[in-house]
């Protein structure tokens, strides 16, 4: 208590707890039973606090004595030595409480809860040989631990003495009930008999076990506690048997020691037994099923009854037999603590997260004693539960042991590992070349013409492959070609997280000029932020003019050096072979200025370009190596297939040894074909390759069923308030390229909480995939102003959970986006589509209009269903259904597969061709 007064301003509950003699979870355990809230052991008791719980144990004490007063009476016929159990329980204030505490704290682990009711069959026998042990050894006045057993049996004894005669069980419920998890270890580190009690019931498989192996001399002293606790440890099957033996040695430890030192154990086990024949006699029975005469009894009690134990606990034989050793040396004077060596490590290697029984292991400790510890920090953990590092870092602080954290980053997640190179390691690479365009504007004659230029010398002569990319070289510098032309494979790799292009070569046909896949091209490469080079291609023909080429990209940001800018213009002539040379200098001059380089010596990383199932070669993959150098016999993952590179090919058809960065090879020797975009990395042996192919397997598949990861409308709020995103990007396509630049200019005035719309891509048509495959990439969504989607585009928004929003009124755009950015989004209605039907006939009929004939291609029409007519992809009208017919009748809905006949309100103008779309608003929850 003196503790408490000194720093009673903090006083922290493990401290008090301890000034009591106490475990925190007790004091916890208490706190709230009052009432008063508390969350560990670190937390601060008030004054107030400690004033109540003051109280509380003076409660239980007035009322354990209220019982023993009322038990004497009657515990006095069969126990004599009850009223000197009693004594020690005034030396030790903390014990009622722990009685009391142990019979509230009835929700410990199911362990325990078995130890409990193990401890409650068998134990009343015990009880009543402890109450007399106890008082024997009180009275004898000999040691101190046949004082600390006294405590610890008058807690018990104070309940117990009523409940002798008539039913021990109570009694060890309630110390067994005590007992939780750990906490009875430590104690039992400080305490003697007493503690081995409670230790008893407290352990429930196990920890006794260890616990009583150091405490030997203690468990001695204690005697019918240490048997007690013994029998829990040992738990399981043997438990119940347990149990009644140690009853039986317990009760005759006690004794021997009462009986005092000096004389023989056989007249000790003697006396002891005619100290308590009726007990005696029980216990017998219990332990051999049968009644046995009681001197022989007593001599196998004491001697093999003890070594029964041992031989179903080692160390608790060993124990008993060092307790007895120590008791008969010392003349039970004291309890011997035995020193226990530790064997904490002072530093631990990290790797990862740990399950507590390894970070047990590693810390030397017993498992029991983590997950005490974790239950004082509130976690209740399994011997097989992962500790994450924070966890991991705190227990092993708790011991005083420094961390040593080695992680190989997530070793699974290796995509997002930064590279890190000290400068000195890095060398020059080649750039990588895409090269993108508009149908028809010459790439593909580009990369083919950039091939057969430059061929490696050395490597003339060498069976052209195609392997996704190649390399040529000029004035002894190489460049990688990805020859896959098109933004869209550009961006879809991107969209899987693959930056492999350095530069990209956006090619414009000078006899046709900026078309809208220039733009989109010029998009794709902005929003991956890569140096632009243009080729105006085809100058060999007529009516070609590259001014008009410049003139028409200055729109987009893409203005000549000449003019004032920075971008660099290339006249070529893929077919004729014009220009190429200063095409190839100028990729090498910009590749100068942005200095690629990547260390070479490490190993490999890259990306899949392109894989397939060779009918030869099994799976085969196009990988571009980007850091370090990949050599044959490398295992590697690749998305999430491993693999041993077996073989080795350059785009010349050449086998290599090894391939360093921006090499393009195809490698054979995986096990599964993986996808165009793969990560692609080295580990150190196949074993491991596998295990982490297996768990990005894992990973990817719960991604896939985890929830959507994109941006949408529905979630950008929170992606603003989590500070995720700064800028909302957005891909507009419209129906003509007024109202696109409208919506362009008003989207682009809204600023929320400074977040503003950035515009990554806008044209004129139906919503294409290729935009989807842009707003994937980019994390944008995409806005639809009187256009749809098309179908292979809506697939591709399903699959990528692309956000699209369709409109047909600029301000209603606005609202959604600006209460978007607020979090204000109405929890209002969502169009959702039914079906589809293509327009095959029109009739005209005077008085009634225009009658489709229509073949319903997708879902179902309904009559009540809102309508809209697209043409071209672009939405020409929107409103409701006249009528709906099947042949002459009117329906209520046609489905999939079937022709009908549709009249549009108040709208004629159906054209053969135009496909009408049935939705219906529904109401979504967010
Ligand atoms: N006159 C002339 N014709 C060219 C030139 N470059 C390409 N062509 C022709 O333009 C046509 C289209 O060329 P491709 O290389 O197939 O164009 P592309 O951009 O790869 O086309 P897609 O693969 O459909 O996107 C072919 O008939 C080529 O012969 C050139 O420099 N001059």
């Not at 260890?210 to 399981?236: C, D, E, K, M, P």
């Not at 390759?689 to 894992?698: D, L, Q």
Request: one cysteine or more; charged letters at 25%; proline letters at 3%.
């Amino acid at each position: 208590m003196s503790k408490q007064e000194n720093s009673r301003d903090k006083l922290r509950v493990y401290e008090y707890a301890k000034s009591l003699n106490m475990s925190s979870k007790e004091i916890i355990t208490i706190l709230k039973r009052l009432g008063i809230p508390v969350n560990n052991h670190m937390s601060v008791m008030e004054n107030d606090t400690v004033n109540r719980v003051e109280k509380f144990f003076k409660d239980v004490k007035a009322n354990a004595a209220a019982k023993r007063s009322a038990g004497d009476g009657v515990s006095s016929a069969d126990q004599p030595a009850a009223k000197d159990a009693q004594q020690p329980a005034k030396n030790d204030t903390a014990r009622p409480v722990q009685a009391a505490v142990s019979q509230m704290s009835s929700t410990q682990s199911a362990g325990q809860g078995a130890a409990r009711s193990s401890g409650s069959q068998h134990n009343q026998g015990q009880n009543r040989h402890s109450n007399q042990g106890q008082g024997s050894s009180n009275r004898g006045g000999q040691n101190s631990g046949g004082r600390q057993q006294g405590q610890g049996s008058q807690q018990g004894g104070g309940n117990n003495h009523p409940r002798n005669g008539q039913q021990g069980g109570g009694y060890n419920q309630q110390r067994s009930g005590q007992q939780g998890g750990g906490h009875n270890q430590q104690r039992s580190g400080q305490q003697g008999g007493g503690y081995n009690q409670q230790r008893n019931g407290q352990q429930a498989g196990g920890y006794n076990q260890q616990r009583s192996g150091q405490q030997g001399g203690q468990n001695r002293q204690s005697g019918y506690g240490q048997g007690q606790g013994q029998t829990a440890n040992r738990g399981g099957s043997a438990g119940g048997q347990n149990h009644r033996q140690a009853g039986g040695a317990d009760q005759r430890r006690p004794v021997e020691q009462r009986n005092n030192s000096g004389q023989n154990q056989f007249s000790r086990a003697a006396a002891s037994n005619t100290a308590r024949p009726a007990a005696g006699g029980q216990h017998d029975q219990d332990r051999h099923g049968k009644p046995a005469k009681p001197g022989q009894r007593r001599f196998d009690d004491n001697r093999f009854g003890g070594s029964s134990r041992g031989s179903q606990n080692n160390r608790g034989g060993n124990q008993r037999g060092n307790a007895r050793g120590n008791q008969r040396g010392r003349g039970q004077q004291e309890p011997v603590k035995r020193e226990k060596i530790d064997n904490t490590p002072k530093k631990i290697i990290v790797r990862g997260t740990m399950t507590v029984g390894e970070l047990a292991k590693a810390l030397h400790k017993d498992a029991s004693e983590v997950i005490k510890k974790l239950l004082f920090l509130g976690v209740m953990a399994t011997i097989n539960q992962e500790l994450d590092l924070d966890a991991i870092q705190l227990l092993a602080s708790d011991y005083n042991v420094e961390v040593e954290l080695k992680i190989p980053v997530e070793e699974d997640k290796f995509e997002q590992f930064e590279e890190h190179d000290e400068a000195e390691d890095l060398l020059g690479r080649p750039p990588v070349v895409t090269i993108m365009g508009h149908v028809d504007h010459g790439k593909t004659t580009l990369l083919d013409a950039i091939r057969k230029t430059n061929v490696t010398e050395g490597e003339a002569g060498g069976i052209t492959q195609h392997i996704g990319a190649y390399q040529v070289e000029i004035h002894n510098k190489k460049i990688t070609f990805l020859d896959t032309p098109g933004h869209a494979a550009f961006t879809s790799m991107r969209a899987r997280g693959a930056l492999v292009t350095d530069i990209t070569i956006i090619v414009v046909a000078a006899d046709d000029g900026v078309m809208p896949q220039t733009v989109e091209a010029i998009n794709h490469a902005k929003a991956a932020k890569v140096p632009i080079i243009v080729a105006v291609n085809k100058v060999d023909k007529e009516g070609a003019d590259p001014e008009r080429i410049k003139q028409a990209l200055t729109e987009y940001e893409l203005v000549p050096e000449e003019w004032g800018g920075d971008t660099i213009f290339c006249n070529i002539s893929a077919k004729q072979r014009i220009g190429l040379e200063n095409l190839l200098d100028m990729i090498l001059l910009v590749a100068e200025v942005q200095e690629f380089k990547a260390n070479p010596n490490k190993r490999a990383r890259g990306t899949v370009i392109e894989a397939e199932l060779d009918k030869g070669k099994g799976p085969v993959a196009r990988v571009l190596i980007q850091h370090g150098t990949l050599k044959v016999g490398d295992s590697f993952v690749a998305g999430v297939c491993f693999g041993r590179v077996r073989a080795m090919v350059n785009d010349r058809g050449k086998r290599l040894k090894e391939a360093g960065p921006s090499t393009p090879v195809e490698i054979t020797g995986l096990t599964e074909v993986p996808q165009a975009g793969d990560p692609f990395i080295v580990f150190e042996d196949e074993r491991k390759a596998r295990s982490i192919a297996e768990k990005r397997a894992v990973t990817l598949r719960q991604s896939e069923m985890g929830a959507n990861v994109r941006v949408t409308l529905d979630d950008l709020y929170k992606h603003i308030k989590e500070g995720e995103i700064k800028d909302l990007n957005v891909i507009i396509k419209g129906d003509v390229q007024g109202s696109v630049e409208a919506l362009r200019g008003s989207l682009e005035k809204i600023e929320i909480e400074g977040v503003r719309v950035k515009i990554l891509h806008q044209g004129v048509g139906a919503i294409t995939e290729s935009d989807v495959i842009l707003a994937s990439a980019s994390n944008a969504i995409v806005i639809g102003f009187n256009v749809r989607p098309e179908p292979q585009a809506k697939n591709t928004a399903e699959s990528e959970k692309v956000d699209i929003r369709l409109h047909s009124i600029i301000y209603k755009v606005i609202e959604e986006i600006e209460h978007a950015m607020k979090g204000m989004l109405d929890p209002v209605f969502k169009e959702n589509v039914i079906g589809q039907a293509e327009v095959r006939n029109v009739f005209k009929v005077s008085k009634i209009g225009a009658i489709a004939g229509c073949m319903v291609t997708s879902g179902k029409i309904t009559r009540n269903a809102q309508v809209r007519l697209i043409r071209d992809g672009i939405v020409v009208f929107e409103g409701n259904i006249e009528s709906l017919k099947r042949f002459k009748d009117d329906a209520k809905e046609v489905a999939q597969g079937y022709e009908c006949g549709i009249s549009l309100e108040k709208f004629n103008d159906i054209k053969e061709g135009d496909i009408i779309e049935a939705f219906v608003m529904e109401t979504v929850e967010r």
